[in-house]
């Protein structure tokens, strides 16, 4: 049992160490895009996003400590289990045949558009509770991406990993796939305000996520995707009216502490859309 816990204990001071290192880059990036784009204006950005950021940083802080360790450990019993009872419906060589670069965009784009249904699946009641976590953020900032509850960060590993372990995309596939999305992740939820043009029909602009954060019913249910805007045409979800300055965040009574922020998910209240009629 006590090595269990140092196993648990030293797993949680890696991935704590490997966030903060992980963090350095991105930060420098949108730091310089932010300098340019919007010059001393940033600080005052900066300044008003300075609570919201904080408390991102918290969850972040929870999640590496806690949820990531056991996301591994999910991983490892999950393939195991895969292999096991021979669930991998495409074997890892077929997809190997495919020319390198073919089978990185594969791994991209098949991910997205999982995730893409399984973002839908995060805005329904049952699991609503916990993404709105993500969405009570009301000053967008490219850490938002940092704030989920727990269990919505479980949740997305299990549906995400386990169709594509189903699937048998390559490990390479999978960790080029989980960067691109990660790292454009961020990118989209930066306070920026663009809309791409032309090319916003193909990918998804800074704009088009924030209209997904948007405490606008209009922008109820609309701009699931990460990078390819193409799923969110093709399924009927695609809205982005031009640069979105609508406030952000949730109708849902949710405190900005890290405490009520992790117990909003178990309270009873909080799952009162699963008995609203829709009549």
Same mark, same amino acid.
């Given at each position: 049992m006590l090595d269990q816990i140092a196993?648990?204990?030293l797993?949680?001071? =890696? #991935? !704590?160490?490997?966030?903060g290192l992980e963090l350095l880059v991105p930060a420098l990036v949108f730091l310089l895009i932010g300098a340019l784009t919007k010059g001393r204006a940033l600080f005052v950005d900066m300044r008003r996003a300075l609570a919201e950021t904080g408390l991102n940083v918290q969850i972040l802080v929870f999640n590496t400590v806690l949820v990531v360790p056991l996301i591994?450990?999910?991983?490892?019993?999950?393939?195991?289990a895969a292999t096991r009872y021979g669930l991998i419906i495409v074997q890892p060589e077929v997809w190997r045949s495919l020319p390198?670069?073919?089978?990185?965009?594969?791994?991209i784009f098949i991910?997205?558009?999982?995730?893409?249904?399984?973002?839908?699946?995060?805005?329904?009641?049952?699991?609503?509770?916990?993404?709105?976590?993500h969405h009570?953020?009301?000053?967008?900032?490219? =850490? #938002? !991406?940092?704030?989920?509850?727990?269990?919505?960060?479980?949740?997305?590993f299990a549906i995400d990993s386990g169709v594509l372990l189903v699937l048998g995309l390559p490990v390479e596939a999978v960790i080029a796939s989980n960067f691109v999305r990660h790292y454009y992740g961020y990118f989209i939820h930066?306070?920026?305000p663009w809309t791409f043009g032309p090319l916003g029909r193909i990918f998804v602009s800074p704009a088009m996520h924030r209209w997904h954060h948007a405490?606008?019913?209009?922008?109820?249910?609309?701009?699931?995707?990460?990078?390819?805007?193409?799923?969110?045409?093709?399924?009927?979800?695609?809205?982005?009216?031009?640069?979105?300055?609508?406030?952000?965040?949730?109708?849902?009574?949710?405190g900005n502490s890290l405490g009520a922020q992790l117990s909003y998910a178990f309270l009873p209240r909080a799952y009162r859309r699963l008995f609203k009629s829709k009549g």
């Open positions: 196993d648990f204990a797993r949680s001071g =890696l #991935a !704590l160490k490997t966030a591994a450990l999910g991983s490892q019993v999950m393939s195991d390198f670069w073919i089978l990185i965009f594969c791994g991910a997205d558009f999982v995730g893409y249904w399984r973002h839908r699946l995060e805005h329904s009641p049952l699991l609503w509770p916990s993404h709105a976590v009570s953020d009301t000053e967008m900032t490219w =850490l #938002a !991406l940092e704030r989920f509850h727990p269990i919505n960060r479980l949740t997305t930066a306070d920026l405490a606008d019913r209009a922008a109820f249910d609309t701009n699931y995707a990460t990078v390819f805007s193409l799923f969110d045409q093709a399924f009927g979800t695609f809205r982005v009216p031009g640069p979105c300055t609508a406030p952000l965040g949730v109708t849902d009574d949710i």
